[in-house]
């Protein structure tokens, strides 16, 4: 077992960075987490769910009623990974 595939296996299989998700965690994403969507790296997912194959991304700035930001579900393969670890050595 390589030093990616640990440091995936320690991220939840679904992860939300809305406060009133039930799957909201704030010391995970306090990590950096990272989305590698179809082998490329995602920067505006909102949520996302590796055993079911989607990610929740956000759709431009629209609004719904209530004043959250409207999100598009796309399927498949997620990759979570932290992005602190392998991006730290190029500064």
Do not use: H
């Not at 992860?15 to 920067?43: C, H, M, Q, W």
Request: glycine fraction near 10%; proline fraction near 7%.
């Amino acid at each position: 077992m390589t030093k990616d595939q640990t440091m995936t296996d320690n991220l939840p299989d679904r992860l939300s960075n809305d406060p009133k998700s039930p799957y909201y965690n704030e010391e995970i994403l306090a990590l950096d987490v990272g989305i590698r969507f179809k082998g490329a790296e995602k920067t505006n997912v909102a949520e996302y769910c590796v055993s079911e194959g989607w990610i929740r991304v956000t759709a431009g700035n629209a609004k719904d009623r209530f004043g959250n930001p409207l999100t598009i579900k796309v399927s498949g393969p997620v990759e979570p990974y932290l992005r602190s670890k392998g991006e730290q050595g190029g500064a």
